[in-house]
């Protein structure tokens, strides 16, 4: 099965921007599995942000970070990226991948495949 590492997190100043990486390894081709990423603030839920399909042609993105973060993929590379800008307080939180084989989803249930998350925080 596939092994995700995410890094990139820290902390960053209201407005600032980040860029996550998600490193693949294992699990046979990168390019079968559909990704995403989901985040979870502390007390709450996990959360989902974004997700591309496996040719990285289509992407789906949640109302709160829509037109601020960008789901990208380099299959070659076996890595996943988010880049976040624009980021508010409310953005910070644990960030995680995921992996699928089947379908873009955007529920967490959907995905048997996960890293061990990377921290964000954004504060002043």
């Known amino acids: 099965q596939v092994q995700l590492v995410e890094s990139g997190g820290g902390l960053v100043q209201p407005g600032g921007s980040l860029r996550l990486s998600c490193a693949a390894s294992?699990?046979?081709?990168?390019?079968?599995?559909?990704l995403a990423w989901f985040r979870q603030a502390p007390g709450k839920g996990r959360e989902f942000v974004a997700t591309?399909?496996?040719?990285?042609?289509?992407?789906v993105y949640a109302d709160s970070v829509k037109g601020r973060f960008i789901i990208s993929r380099d299959n070659t590379a076996k890595t996943a990226f988010l880049q976040m800008n624009t980021l508010k307080p409310e953005d910070t939180a644990v960030y995680f991948c995921?992996?699928?084989?089947?379908?873009?989803?955007?529920?967490?249930?959907?995905?048997?495949?996960w890293g061990q998350g990377t921290e964000v925080t954004v504060s002043s």
């Open positions: 995921a992996a699928n084989t089947f379908t873009m989803a955007t529920t967490s249930g959907a995905y048997p495949f």
């Open positions: 591309i399909h496996r040719t990285g042609d289509s992407t």
């Open positions: 294992s699990g046979g081709a990168f390019e079968q599995y559909t």
